[in-house]
């Protein structure tokens, strides 16, 4: 950030009076510019043991495999988010059910929040992010070709969860400025 978003003028990144990080200050008129993570929302969409899975028609990882997720918007819920993002991208409803997985992707300063979701029919087709739109069984899942690391964390807590029976939630953190061991767990 160069300028400031209220008045125009040029900021200063310090630590502001009574702050512990550095923020971008506007001198001029004295705002302080936080920037926080930004919200991904998404579910894991469920028909008859079949998981809907999107290929990302685009960047990042297009041509890669997700489940329904995007950018949370102002007024509305973490659910409303994940119902409207499968929407947008698989043309399909769903019900949101509970809490899934809480996924902290530092390095890109973003929260991943899954929810568990049913669909109450097989309707669905591409959106205008996605090349292709599928139902498939777990095996059938392209774990190699899956667009980012939370979407893994997702499904296979999803997985693991049916097959036990048990609707829990997880947390873990994913950052890729430490090693793959260092980066947590459920």
Not at 108 to 132: D, I, K, N, Y
Not at 135 to 151: H, N
């Amino acid at each position: 950030m160069n300028y400031c978003s209220h008045c125009g003028a040029a900021v200063a990144l310090r630590i502001p009076p009574g702050d512990h990080l550095p923020r971008h200050v506007c001198d001029a008129c004295g705002t302080i510019h936080y920037q926080n993570p930004r919200l991904v929302v998404g579910c894991v969409p469920e028909y008859q043991g079949r998981i809907l899975l999107c290929r990302r028609a685009i960047e990042p990882r297009l041509g890669y495999w997700t489940i329904p997720a995007g950018f949370m918007e102002n007024g509305e819920t973490l659910q409303q988010a994940a119902a409207r993002e499968t929407h947008e991208e698989a043309l399909a409803r769903v019900d949101i059910g509970s809490l899934l997985a809480v996924v902290h992707v530092l390095h890109a300063r973003q929260v991943h929040v899954f929810f568990r979701g049913t669909m109450s029919g097989a309707e669905f087709a591409a959106g205008p992010e996605s090349l292709e739109v599928v139902l498939a069984a777990p095996d059938e899942i392209p774990w190699d070709d899956l667009a980012f690391p939370s979407t893994e964390f997702a499904l296979r807590r999803y997985l693991e969860d049916r097959a036990a029976g048990r609707e829990p939630h997880h947390f873990t953190t994913i950052d890729r400025r430490l090693s793959a061991s260092a980066a947590g767990g459920h």
